[in-house]
């Protein structure tokens, strides 16, 4: 299956990451994937964006379609064609959108789940929530900030910002396979965001994170971003 490229405007996007020890997120990742370290921690998070006229490419503004969405992601490497690949991998997505959930895995890529949003944003301060079609939850709350959290394992907002450019190809589960995308960004810029509080049944889950081993490190904000997304390459087969 190919995805067709699809174009729009990234409203907002939050990038709230954590640290987990390598061995513990190898459990949750699947063949061929294995995690992308750094300083000796995994790095998985949660991805809150809001995209607007999302179309196919080709076809005008005012077709394209607007909605929430979350995504929890684990960043990743590969081998693929005698080279190492890096992105990340995207177990699930969740949508405000029917139409999204609906057409997972055929015309966006893995399945969506459908889910209700509750987002108040006001002069830099956010909050974004959701609930899902099966009872999976997320909560963060936060303000804009000037610097990068202190305590994050990322030395600075630019080697922060590095690391997350980089993951630029998601791979979800669809059936047997992953349906690949790469995100491609016209405007490729983060701001550090101040979190206050944060909330995710998906990391909280001890049958696959044992208690307290996901660590909040930063969050990062990016606005009004051109980009469009297209078919990374094959989809890769199970394992």
Known sequence: MKIPTIKGIIERRVLVNFTVEPEIIQRVIPQPFRA???????IVGICLIRL?????????????????NGAHRIAVEWAENNEIEQGVFIPRRDTSSLLNSLAGGRIFPGRHYHAKFDVKEDKGNYHIAFSSSDGTTVSIDGYKT????PNS??????????????GGIGYSPN????DGLQLK?????????????????????ESNFPKG???FDNALLMTNI???KATACNCLVLK
Request: hydrophobic share 30%; glycine share 8%.
């Open 153 to 166: 394992i990322f030395e600075n907002l630019e080697n922060a910002s590095g690391f997350f450019e980089g």
């Open 226 to 228: 051109k980009h469009r």
């Open 146 to 149: 000037d610097t990068l959290n």
């Open 185 to 205: 960004t016209y405007n490729w810029k983060v701001e550090p965001l101040n979190i206050t509080s944060v909330q995710s049944s998906f990391f909280e889950n």
């Open 175 to 178: 059936g047997d396979k992953y």
């Open 36 to 42: 992308k370290v750094y300083k000796g921690k995994a």
């Open 213 to 215: 081993s996901v660590t």
């Open 52 to 68: 607007k006229h999302i179309r196919p490419k080709g076809f005008p503004k005012f077709i394209g379609i607007s909605s929430e």
